[in-house]
């Protein structure tokens, strides 16, 4: 039996399903990594909403989320030993998922984690404000969802700023900023640098375009609050400069890779004459990938490097597909993933982002998972692509 997929050029090609999935058996926690998904949300298919719907009008709820669908998938995700980053990107904030919605998406997740000993960090960032702001509203504002985040007992993932990019006008105010932070949290947290293919909004983050500048102002934070800081966090699709930065961060500090173009050659790491060195991990792709990533890191828990390699590899091309440009849209493929794999009854967004990706993207991006084995039941993902060709006129 084959299926007919859209190649993108007006043409179809035939595809033939495989039959049997790979089976991943859920577990303890990793050993050797510390590694968070970034987990999506599901929306509430039923809320009568729009895209510029205003926060909360959502028959009372925010960013009408699907609440039992949402912490089921994240329930799965600590099933296979992984742990959360909770209110991330990869839940759409700042894209539909606004702070109200973030708030009360951290308090279930959080009460969540403790009912079954997940492992979770979440989101602290400034997306409450709008229009012109000034450093100290900025600072009130991470205050504020700080405060939140600890008040639930999770770790705390100070989050680049579009605010902050917006108001500032020097790696000063920077450093003053994220200082006053720092004196603030009651334990460590794990700072998030987030690239412009990311978020436009966070194109000269740190004080300058020029990444070797800013790295410098970044490392210098961190060398100045080293018993404040957990980890950091780099999203520039940038293999080179995150093993640089690594190298030099102080003892103690470490990298969670959140590059979704090379994340196993990073948390792999380097050889021991070479220093050793290696990422943990907090990724979005390790939402669709979530129990084949656990399983390639308990392999690497023993100390087989190749294993770990020979089962993450492959999933390259389908992280690349997903995070192809515009970066940012990322999301609407891992929300497509989740409804091929039976995580979610549907494939809608909040704020309508379903929309985001073609037709021939979303088909690619099925081909590549199937061939992976990711999909827990291959013909319901295959009726469920079928289902979506039909409502694009696609003839079977």
Same mark, same amino acid.
């Given at each position: 039996? +084959?299926?007919?997929?859209?190649?993108?050029?007006?043409?179809?090609?035939?595809?033939? $399903?495989?039959?049997?999935?790979?089976?991943? +058996?859920?577990?303890?926690?990793?050993?050797?990594? +510390?590694?968070?998904?970034?987990?999506?949300?599901?929306?509430?298919?039923?809320?009568?909403?729009? $895209?510029?719907? =205003?926060?909360?009008?959502?028959?009372?709820?925010?960013?009408?989320?699907?609440?039992?669908?949402?912490?089921? %998938?994240?329930?799965?995700?600590?099933?296979?030993?992984?742990?959360?980053?909770?209110?991330?990107?990869?839940?759409?904030?700042?894209?539909?998922?606004?702070?109200?919605?973030?708030?009360?998406?951290?308090?279930?997740?959080?009460?969540?984690?403790?009912?079954?000993?997940?492992?979770?960090?979440?989101?602290?960032?400034?997306?409450?404000?709008?229009?012109?702001?000034?450093?100290?509203?900025?600072?009130?504002?991470?205050?504020?969802?700080?405060?939140? !985040?600890?008040?639930?007992?999770?770790?705390?993932?100070?989050?680049? *700023?579009?605010?902050?990019?917006?108001?500032?006008?020097?790696?000063?105010?920077?450093?003053?900023?994220? *200082? /006053?932070?720092?004196?603030?949290?009651?334990?460590?947290?794990?700072?998030?640098?987030?690239?412009?293919?990311?978020?436009?909004?966070?194109?000269?983050?740190?004080?300058? +375009?020029?990444?070797?500048?800013?790295?410098?102002?970044?490392?210098?934070?961190?060398?100045?609050? $080293?018993?404040?800081?957990?980890?950091?966090?780099?999203?520039?699709?940038?293999?080179?400069?995150?093993?640089?930065?690594?190298?030099?961060?102080?003892?103690?500090?470490?990298?969670?890779?959140?590059?979704?173009?090379?994340?196993?050659?990073?948390?792999?790491?380097?050889?021991?004459?070479?220093?050793?060195?290696? *990422? /943990?991990?907090?990724?979005?792709?390790?939402? $669709?990938?979530?129990?084949?990533?656990?399983?390639?890191?308990?392999?690497?828990?023993?100390?087989?490097?190749?294993? %770990?390699?020979?089962?993450?590899?492959?999933?390259?091309?389908?992280?690349?597909?997903?995070?192809?440009?515009?970066?940012?849209?990322?999301?609407?493929? @891992?929300?497509?993933?989740?409804?091929?794999?039976?995580?979610?009854? /549907?494939?809608?967004? @909040?704020?309508?982002?379903?929309?985001?990706?073609?037709? =021939?993207?979303?088909?690619?991006?099925?081909?590549?998972?199937?061939?992976?084995?990711?999909? =827990?039941? =291959?013909?319901?993902?295959?009726?469920?692509?079928?289902?979506?060709?039909?409502?694009?006129? !696609?003839?079977?």
């Amino acid at each position: 039996m +084959t299926i007919r997929l859209p190649a993108g050029d007006g043409t179809l090609r035939a595809y033939a $399903p495989r039959t049997e999935p790979l089976h991943f +058996t859920p577990g303890a926690p990793l050993t050797s990594r +510390t590694v968070f998904s970034a987990a999506h949300v599901v929306a509430d298919p039923y809320a009568d909403t729009t $895209p510029d719907s =205003p926060p909360g009008s959502a028959g009372g709820t925010p960013s009408a989320v699907d609440w039992d669908a949402t912490l089921a %998938f994240r329930r799965h995700l600590w099933s296979h030993g992984l742990g959360v980053a909770e209110a991330m990107d990869t839940a759409q904030r700042g894209m539909g998922l606004d702070w109200a919605g973030a708030a009360e998406l951290i308090r279930r997740s959080a009460a969540e984690a403790k009912a079954v000993g997940g492992a979770i960090a979440c989101g602290v960032g400034t997306d409450q404000l709008t229009g012109p702001v000034s450093l100290d509203s900025v600072r009130a504002a991470y205050e504020e969802q700080l405060a939140l !985040v600890e008040s639930t007992g999770a770790q705390a993932i100070l989050m680049a *700023s579009r605010a902050l990019a917006a108001t500032a006008r020097s790696c000063d105010d920077y450093h003053s900023v994220y *200082s /006053h932070l720092l004196r603030q949290a009651s334990e460590p947290v794990i700072l998030h640098w987030l690239g412009p293919m990311f978020d436009p909004a966070l194109e000269g983050y740190w004080g300058s +375009t020029d990444l070797d500048e800013a790295t410098s102002v970044f490392l210098d934070l961190i060398a100045a609050n $080293p018993d404040k800081i957990d980890g950091i966090k780099v999203s520039l699709l940038d293999a080179q400069r995150e093993v640089d930065l690594r190298r030099r961060l102080p003892q103690g500090v470490r990298c969670y890779t959140g590059d979704d173009f090379n994340y196993p050659e990073l948390i792999a790491g380097e050889e021991p004459s070479a220093g050793g060195r290696f *990422s /943990h991990a907090l990724l979005g792709i390790f939402d $669709p990938l979530g129990p084949l990533a656990a399983e390639a890191v308990r392999v690497l828990d023993t100390g087989d490097a190749d294993g %770990f390699r020979t089962l993450l590899d492959p999933t390259v091309d389908l992280s690349r597909h997903l995070f192809q440009p515009p970066t940012r849209f990322y999301k609407t493929g @891992v929300v497509f993933l989740a409804w091929l794999s039976g995580h979610q009854s /549907h494939f809608s967004m @909040v704020g309508g982002l379903q929309s985001a990706r073609s037709l =021939p993207h979303l088909a690619r991006a099925y081909e590549l998972a199937d061939g992976l084995g990711l999909f =827990p039941d =291959p013909a319901l993902a295959e009726s469920r692509m079928k289902s979506l060709l039909t409502v694009y006129g !696609v003839p079977r």
